[in-house]
């Protein structure tokens, strides 16, 4: 069971560091007309809600919703990413896969994915083709 998650964590990451890198840095600003967050703000949100739904849902710390201010730049944003998936990594490693941990990361993932999917149509906004996604 446990390969099985860390192989899913894998896949998850790579897709989504892919989606990081196919914006160039000047477009870590962009959003589209009517958007909320810009491209750097969805995908440094990706990386704060790693490790809080690591926190309260697989780990049952309860932590609070505080995100920091967070620079846009795609260096900082990207290195953001790989810290928070490493992090799950790491926990998962470590973790006794209880019925409630495996529920937890599974919601995470699919917080990571519903924000990578807004990142992917601002990539297209853009005019840039989003990577082959893999799973």
Same mark, same amino acid.
């Given at each position: 069971? =446990? ?21 160039? @840095?000047?477009?870590?600003?962009? =959003? ?42 795609? =260096?900082?944003? +990207?290195?953001?990413?790989?810290? @928070? ?5 790491? +926990? ?7 019925? @409630? ?15 990578? @999917? ?18």
């Amino acid at each position: 069971m =446990k390969e099985q998650l860390l192989s899913t964590l894998e896949k998850c990451r790579d897709y989504t560091l892919a989606v990081a890198e196919a914006m160039p @840095a000047n477009g870590y600003t962009f =959003k589209p007309e009517g958007g909320g967050w810009n491209f750097g703000e969805q995908l440094s949100h990706i990386g704060y809600g790693i490790d809080w739904w690591k926190d309260n849902f697989i780990l049952g710390t309860e932590t609070s919703w505080d995100p920091p201010v967070t620079g846009l730049n795609k =260096k900082e944003v +990207t290195a953001g990413l790989l810290k @928070a998936f490493n992090g799950l990594e790491k +926990t998962l490693k470590g973790l006794k896969a209880t019925d @409630a941990a495996v529920q937890g990361f599974h919601a995470t993932l699919d917080h990571v994915t519903h924000h990578r @999917a807004q990142a992917v149509v601002y990539l297209r906004c853009h005019g840039i083709t989003p990577p082959e996604y893999t799973y």
